[in-house]
T-cell receptor, first 112, second 112 residues
Framework: DADVTQTPRNRITKTGKRIMLECSQT?????MYWYRQDPGLGLRLIYY???????NKGEISDGYSVSRQAQAKFSLSLESAIPNQTALYFC???????????FGDGTRLSIL | QKEVEQNSGPLSVPEGAIASLNCTYS??????FFWYRQYSGKSPELIMS????GDKEDGRFTAQLNKASQYVSLLIRDSQPSDSATYLC????????????FGTGTRLTIIP
């Protein structure tokens, strides 16, 4: 089983719908992250959390919200989806102290 | 000015040759540097971590860091077709902050 699991893997939905992307991990890491990836723009940080009680905005948090339900679970919500939120979304985890991040398999989200 | 810059490529290298990928960064206090490999539509996979000036070797991969010149590079020896992917450079601009800044990636193609 994957250490960092994202669900769903693919999602097609309509403008205005509420969407939740889920991430769970078995690595025991405190730090969790949500990124989106668009062609030519690289990975951009949406939100990050250093522990269950800590939530921080990244560089592109507008239109998104998150919930850290437990050490192992970090969910990303789009309250009212719009077409320019169509992208590949990744969850990642890490240990503290400048350690690398480890990524889930991603969710391909298309908003029509 | 972008914080982490990479040549987007594509970089084409004959099979068996050395592929050289470069990355420059703007924040002088950066302490942690990572190379990720990403196949099309897949998640980034950690290839190398480097924290000190000099070279670090792992199999066919060598990471080189020069903090004075603010660049980090990745050499791939004996390039194989399976090395064809996009390579992402990531930098932690504030050691312990665990907020990586990613370059947009260099697309590498190994020609059989």
């Amino acid at each position: 089983d994957a250490d960092v699991t994202q669900t769903p893997r693919n999602r097609i939905t309509k403008t205005g719908k509420r969407i939740m992307l889920e991430c769970s991990q078995t690595k025991g890491h405190d730090r969790m992250y949500w990124y989106r990836q668009d062609p030519g723009l690289g990975l951009r940080l949406i939100y990050y959390s250093f522990d269950v009680k800590d939530i921080n905005k990244g560089e592109i948090s507008d239109g998104y919200s998150v919930s850290r339900q437990a050490q192992a679970k970090f969910s990303l919500s789009l309250e009212s989806a719009i077409p320019n939120q169509t992208a590949l979304y990744f969850c990642a985890t890490s240990e503290p102290g400048g350690q690398p991040q480890h990524f889930g398999d991603g969710t391909r989200l298309s908003i029509l | 000015q972008k914080e982490v810059e990479q040549n987007s490529g594509p970089l084409s290298v004959p099979e068996g040759a050395i592929a050289s990928l470069n990355c420059t960064y703007s924040d002088r206090v950066s302490q942690s540097f990572f190379w990720y490999r990403q196949y099309s539509g897949k998640s980034p996979e950690l290839i190398m971590s480097i924290y000190s000036n000099g070279d670090k070797e792992d199999g066919r991969f060598t990471a080189q860091l020069n903090k004075a010149s603010q660049y980090v590079s990745l050499l791939i020896r004996d390039s194989q077709p399976s090395d064809s992917a996009t390579y992402l450079c990531a930098v932690d601009p504030n050691f312990g902050n665990e907020k990586l800044t990613f370059g947009t990636g260099t697309r590498l193609t190994i020609i059989p």
